[in-house]
Structures are given as structure tokens and as C-alpha cells.
């Protein structure tokens, strides 16, 4: 088992290497741009600032949900976990391997509502998401589209659309259907009387469509997810202008930012390396710039700052505190 793990992180490894190189090559990653960077340090500290600042509003979302669940953890308590979860998404391939060891953890600390536990971390995840094709969709729909576009970008923004509507969608379903005309939580019901495996599903379910019933609750968490997004946009512009990038429309970026970040989640290397490089560098070139996988470069920077702080509250162990 552990040699055949090796050789698939080994294979993984090659995949990105050569994946940089080709990127290299053809002069969308340069390291000398990156390194060049910190030539600006008031503007790249202006951009790790704002990362570091979306993540504090992303822990205050969610501990807002878990206090929605009747979960009530100490700010300490929930600040730890998210940082432990920042680790794991550097340390496991995929930018959102951390929410599956958060809810092992915060599993331990609420077991009488453990479904419930791992809702929250489910519509984090979703509220997130929706912040951040919102922002995109709502500058897509205001009639902003990405010059020359090719057609996997103009897909791109078609599934960006697309996800926006989807979520407003599935939002004002949880908001205007009553639990008792459910018809998802009576399909659940049945099943579950057929295997318990499904008990577990229906519970989640159950947590996640509690929070309909909360608009103002619904309204937050989106709202704090399109200021998360907002904040690292912005955060881009700012490595743009250490990286000496000249020329992008600001507003290409509500659109940019987020569609590269969507594929940062595909599992490869953890924190997204590679494939983010590949699809920032793919994005800004259509924005004529060849300093996409630098910006990103730039930002995965915060990521392991964040993950650093992660890893010594994990190796220190006070994460156990929540167990």
C-alpha cells in the first residue's frame, strides 16, 4: 500500500513537473517575474494582507453556520480547526481536501450532533462556492465578456452562468420548501428505511436544509463568501502590479479570479499547484498577459503562510482539544 501510494504521488509529480515545464517553455511561468516580485514589497504585502483577510472572514462564516446548528464551539476552538483544515489542503492533493479532516475533527467534538457538524462544513463549502460564481456571473450578466476568448473559456463562462443560476436556484428551494413538503427529505425518509446507510445521508440533508428556514442566515454566508472572493481579486490586482503586469481591466478579474480558482479543486497536487498554475496562465493570456501562473504563484505564497500556521497547531496537537 505504501509503495503503490509513492508511485501515484511519484506519477502525480511527474504530471505537474512536466506540466510546469511546458508552461515555462512557452512563457507563461517565469520564475525570475516571480522573484521579482518582491522587489514591491508594499504591494505584495497589500495582496497577502487581503488573502489573509478573506480567510478570516471565511472562519467567521464558519463558525456563524455552526452557531446556526446549535454547535457551539469557542472562537479558539473553531479558528484552530479551519487552520488545521488550511494545512490539510496543502498537505493532501486538491484545494479542499482540508473539509473532509475538518469534519473528522469537529465530528469528535460534537458526536451527538455529528450530521449536523458535518452540514455546516457541506454548505460552507456551498456558500463558498456561490459567492464566488455569483461574483463572476454577476459580471458576466452585467455584460462584461473576456476578450478573444477561446471556446474553453466561453464555456468556462457559460458554466459560470450557469452555476450562479443553479445557485440561486437551489437556494430559494431551501428557502420556499417547507420541511413537510420536502419532496428530497420524503425520497431520503423511504430509503432510509431500506439501508442505515442512507440515515446518515438524510441527517446531513436534514442539517443543510435546516438553514432554509434561516434567510438572514442564508443571506450572511453569501454575503461573507462574495466579500471572501472579493478580497482575494483584489489581492490578483495587487500581484499583478509587483509582477509589473500592465494593461488588465480590473473588472476582467471578477471573472478571471474565480473561473481559474474552480479548477484549482481538481485533485492533483494539493493547494491546486499545477493545475492552477495551468488554468491562471490559460485565463490571463487571454487578457494578454503571460503572468498567470506568477500571480498564482504569488498567492499560493499566503496559502503557505496559512498552512504553515496550520501545521504547528496540528503538530502541537491543540486541535486534540476539540476531540
Not at 509503495?3 to 510546469?20: C, E, P
Not at 492552477?276 to 494578454?288: E, I
Request: hydrophobic share 55%.
Amino acid at each position: 500500500m505504501l509503495a503503490s501510494s509513492r508511485v501515484r504521488l511519484l506519477m502525480k509529480l511527474t504530471v505537474v513537473g512536466v506540466l510546469l515545464v511546458v508552461l515555462a517553455r512557452r512563457g507563461f511561468l517565469s520564475f525570475e517575474a516571480t522573484a521579482g516580485a518582491f522587489r514591491e514589497p508594499g504591494l505584495l504585502g497589500r495582496g497577502v494582507v487581503l488573502c489573509l483577510i478573506a480567510t478570516a472572514i471565511a472562519i467567521a462564516r464558519w463558525r456563524f453556520l455552526l452557531q446556526a446548528q446549535k454547535i457551539e464551539l469557542s472562537t479558539r476552538e473553531v479558528v484552530e480547526l479551519a487552520l488545521v483544515g488550511n494545512f490539510f489542503n496543502l498537505a493532501l492533493p486538491g484545494a479542499v481536501s482540508g473539509d473532509l479532516v475538518k469534519a473528522v475533527y469537529i465530528g469528535r467534538s460534537a458526536r451527538s450532533r455529528r450530521a449536523h457538524a458535518l452540514s455546516s462544513i457541506l454548505f460552507d463549502r456551498v456558500a463558498g462556492l456561490t459567492g464566488l460564481v455569483l461574483l463572476a456571473g454577476g459580471a458576466l450578466a452585467y455584460g462584461y465578456d473576456l476578450p478573444g476568448a477561446s471556446a474553453l473559456v466561453e464555456a468556462l463562462e457559460l458554466l459560470l452562468l450557469s452555476s450562479g443560476i443553479g445557485a440561486l436556484v437551489v437556494f430559494s428551494y431551501l428557502m420556499w420548501v417547507k420541511p413537510a413538503a420536502d419532496p428530497v427529505l420524503k425520497i431520503l425518509r423511504r430509503l432510509e428505511r431500506r439501508g442505515r446507510w442512507m440515515g446518515s445521508i438524510l441527517r446531513v440533508y436534514e442539517g443543510v436544509s435546516a438553514y432554509g428556514s434561516q434567510r438572514m442566515v442564508l443571506a450572511l454566508s453569501i454575503g461573507a463568501s462574495i466579500l471572501v472572493h472579493g478580497s482575494n481579486v483584489l489581492a490578483f490586482a495587487y500581484f499583478n502590479e509587483a509582477l509589473g503586469v500592465s494593461g488588465i481591466d480590473p473588472i476582467s478579474l471578477l471573472v478571471v479570479v474565480p473561473a481559474a480558482m474552480l479548477v484549482t479543486a481538481i485533485p492533483i497536487l494539493p493547494g491546486g499547484i499545477g493545475t492552477g498554475h495551468y488554468s491562471f496562465a490559460a485565463f490571463y493570456s487571454v487578457l494578454g498577459s503571460s503572468n498567470g501562473a506568477d500571480a498564482f504563484n504569488l498567492f499560493l505564497m499566503s496559502q503557505f503562510l496559512l498552512g504553515a500556521f496550520g501545521g504547528l497547531v496540528y503538530l502541537r496537537g491543540s486541535y486534540s482539544k476539540t476531540g
